[in-house]
């Protein structure tokens, strides 16, 4: 959405929950010796980089959803009372 920005606290957030299971197994493959840090280090930048850019969109989504669902509530206690029935007039 062009308006809407994920705030940076929940986008931090969103991001540790969905890269943490990469950079575990980037971090036991380290551990086991299957890996040299230096490529493990680049490839977790770029693991968080790309989750970034799919999180960040994905959050700013849901921020125009929520300031949608905010806008019909305000507007559903303001109005008055809207009548059951109208009579049809034709053109």
């Known amino acids: 959405m062009p308006g809407h920005r994920a705030r940076p606290r929940r ?3 969103a991001l540790a929950g969905v890269s943490a299971p990469a950079l ?3 971090a036991l493959l380290v ?3 299957w890996l040299a840090f230096w490529p493990a280090a680049i490839a ?6 790309g989750l970034a850019l799919i999180v960040r969109t994905h ?3 849901l921020e125009a959803v929520a300031d949608a669902i905010r806008l019909v509530a305000a ?3 303001r109005c008055r009372a809207v009548p059951a029935r109208r009579r049809w007039r034709p053109p």
């Open 24 to 26: 575990l197994a980037l």
């Open 59 to 61: 959050l700013a989504h």
């Open 44 to 49: 977790g930048a770029g693991v968080v980089l």
């Open 75 to 77: 507007r559903r206690y």
């Open 31 to 33: 551990a086991g010796g």
């Open 11 to 13: 986008l931090f957030l």
